[in-house]
């Protein structure tokens, strides 16, 4: 419990994340020990219900918090969706918060070419490095519209409005 509950005050984490994390941790002490880790998975398992029931591990707000973070920093829908799955998030909990998102591909776009330093945003002189960055953009999963838009600086107001479900 004491290892878990530093863990989450250092870090947001998802159930299925914690329990890697504990598995790891006691893994290593049981082989120091010249134990079997695996007679402590009741005690990981109920340590992370009691984590859930006082409100400390809540998977939906985290998985909320983590695409918003993850929108907000440029991540497009699908590499968002596949961080929270690489987290051991549910299918359904990643899918009903993909859902609930109000941030268009456009200003993730936006967002991830002014992070990347990409387009309008690059070094005075760069410009032959125009098809690098599409195809960085869409390796980040947007699509080749969005990409070559966000890198000529062509994505405007109205674009920037859409649900960008290219």
Same mark, same amino acid.
């Given at each position: 419990? !004491? ?6 005050? !250092?870090?947001?984490?998802?159930? $299925?994340?914690? !329990? ?9 002490? #049981?082989?120091?020990?010249?134990? *079997? ?22 998977? !939906?707000?985290?998985? %909320?918090?983590?695409? %918003? ?35 268009? $591909? &456009?200003? #993730?776009?936006?967002?991830? #070419? ?13 410009? *032959?490095?125009? *098809? ?7 390796? #980040? ?6 990409? &070559?838009?966000?890198? *000529?600086?062509?994505? =405007? ?5 859409? %649900?960008?479900? =290219?």
């Amino acid at each position: 419990m !004491r290892a878990a509950s530093y863990y989450l005050e !250092r870090y947001a984490s998802s159930t $299925e994340n914690l !329990r890697r994390v504990l598995r790891r941790k006691v893994k290593r002490r #049981a082989n120091e020990a010249g134990e *079997d880790g695996a007679q402590h998975e009741p005690l990981i398992e109920a340590t992370l219900a009691r984590l859930a029931e006082l409100g400390l591990l809540d998977d !939906r707000a985290y998985a %909320s918090a983590r695409l %918003s973070s993850l929108r907000r920093k440029g991540a497009s829908r699908t590499m968002a969706a596949a961080k929270l799955t690489e987290k051991g998030l549910p299918r359904e909990i990643v899918e009903a918060t993909l859902e609930k998102d109000e941030t268009g $591909e &456009v200003n #993730a776009a936006a967002a991830y #070419a002014r992070r990347r330093r990409f387009g309008p945003y690059r070094s005075p002189g760069r410009e *032959d490095r125009r *098809d690098k960055e599409i195809a960085a953009m869409l390796r #980040a999963g947007f699509s080749f519209r969005l990409a &070559v838009a966000a890198i *000529d600086g062509t994505i =405007d107001a109205e674009e920037s409005g859409s %649900s960008g479900a =290219d």
